[in-house]
């Protein structure tokens, strides 16, 4: 095992804790979706607690909207970030590699220094050559 193959194995094991971080921080816009359903199907919830304004069904409608979009966005990066670092330990799918490591840049600032590192890692001649396929191997000659 090269220095170039362990360097690869340690940036995807960083990629899976961030992959896992990033699917539990997903879970954070559920809360705009609960006070969504909140706002839309318990309207009297707010009127029994001398609150003369109850807010109207859109905006519950618009807070789960946000809710269920923000959390299906995170949970897409999250898996995103998960192929990328299968892909990074067996050093394959180099475009996708590559994208996936810019992509953790925007989870400051573990993902902002990982993304770096591995862009720096993965822009490396040696490492390059780690992602191209195998030569086929010549046919055999019959005597």
Known sequence: MTIED???KLF???HYVLAGFVSLFSMIPLLY?????MFSLAPALFESKGVEDAPPAILGFIFGG???AGTLVVLSLA????LGARNLGRARHLTLCTVVAALSC???????ILGILTLVELNKREVRALFEPAAA??????A
């Not at 898996?79 to 998960?82: A, I, P, Q, S």
């Open 79 to 82: 898996v995103m970030l998960f």
């Open 106 to 112: 925007f989870f400051m600032p573990f993902g902002t």
């Open 137 to 142: 191997a010549p046919p055999a000659v019959q």
């Open 12 to 14: 995807s094991i960083f």
């Open 6 to 8: 362990s360097n690869l």
């Open 66 to 68: 946000i809710g269920l």
């Open 33 to 37: 979706l609960g006070m969504g359903v």
